[in-house]
């Protein structure tokens, strides 16, 4: 079986190093050999191993053309030429592997449609690395009606906030870290802005709740602004913060977002490091389930683009099965329905009634307060950490609107989900 691989970046070199190494695993499980015929690549100047080299191309039409090429593995990221490379391939009548999140969160079902008999779309390596849930999602749990999902599901950020908490690192050196072990993103601010996150939480939402969701549907905040004092702060308040992604069924529809969350210590979520990815699940009559593992990086990553190919390949031999993606909109709570716990820093004027005005803000927009610290006082300004009570969206941004205006702060600093279910 021949297969081409379009890009040799982190995942694409693991893949290919896979491949040809355990010729002999992959024919024991597929009753035939597989071999990387060609490789598309795009910098001429790369230094590449040679025996990668000899087969790279700079022409994806080449590739398309090729009758013995069976099977296109997509792997250079970004939304396009990856979706037109992808959508010709298919109608080329070849089957794809892709771990592209971003085309299949904004075009899957589309592409899918696109699929001759017998060849596949498969996309596991698009969600949370390494961790089967994709297939989990589609086959094993199919039969269950389920309620929710947590997830850690981006390695980047899980990593960058696991080193600050743990090392005291700060966030341009783990961020630095985490690009050089390959677990960003070719453009390192979808991770840290959350819209890799959305759009595996919009993935795995469209798989476990029967209707595709849209990505510009999902409430999203990034890590940039949390600092060692909203780490030390969480500590105090018996927790970590993780980049939490939420998708909840409820009987208006669905609800979805990822932000910055208080985990307390002794939940499993609390406990995920690095750039391991964890995913709760929650559904009927399965109960709960978490699903761990390495959730970036090239060799976690190729892991499940070989398991695709296998299951690209064996179903090309035996058959074809295709991959029903939902193409109705999914029925979706409108943003901000619900309330949640929030924490926020603020940085206020040294005076007498900071406080009481800050205190007035909350009250007029019909906000309690849990908790209200002071960890830092510095050169005429005060830090303060606060915890509201279950707050709807449009009450906080009331408040929030309140204390921009007020002359007691000088900044907001960080906002955090407090709680990581609707309260
Ligand atoms: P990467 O290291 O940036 O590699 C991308 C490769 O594609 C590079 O070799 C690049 O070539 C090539 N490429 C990009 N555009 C091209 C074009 N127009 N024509 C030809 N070649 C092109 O990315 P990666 O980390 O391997 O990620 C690949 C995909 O896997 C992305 O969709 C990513 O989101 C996904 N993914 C990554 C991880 C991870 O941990 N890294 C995990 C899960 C999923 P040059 O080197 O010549 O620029
Ligand atoms: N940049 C992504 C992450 C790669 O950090 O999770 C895996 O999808």
Redesign the pocket.
Known sequence: MRIAV????????HVVAAIDSERELFRSRLGEEIEVSRI????PD?KRPQSMQDRTT?A?EEILADPDVEIVV?????FE??RSLIEAALKAGKSVV??????IARAGPALSLQAQPGADLLFE??VA?GIPIIRSLQESLAGNRLQAIYGIVN?TTNFILSRMQQAGASFADALEEATRL?????EPSDDLDAL?AVRKISILASLAFGGWVDVDAVAKEGIRNITEVDIAEARSLGGVIKLIARAEATPEGLTLGVSPTLIPLGHPLADVQG?QNAIYVRGEPIGELIFQGP????P??SS?VIGDIIDAARSRRVGGRSVALPREPAPLVPLGRHAHAYYLRLRLRDEPDALALVAQAFARAGVTLRSVRQPMHLGGAATISLVTGPTRRAQLEEARLALRRSPAVLAEESLILAEMEPV
């Open positions: 379009l890009g040799l970046g982190t995942v694409g070199r598309l690549v795009r910098d790369k700079f994806a997509e792997l250079l990221g970004g030429p990856a892709t771990a592209n999140k971003e085309v390596a698009a690395g390695g390959g677990y960003a993103e070719a890799d750039a959730g970036a990086g090239g976690a990553t499940a």
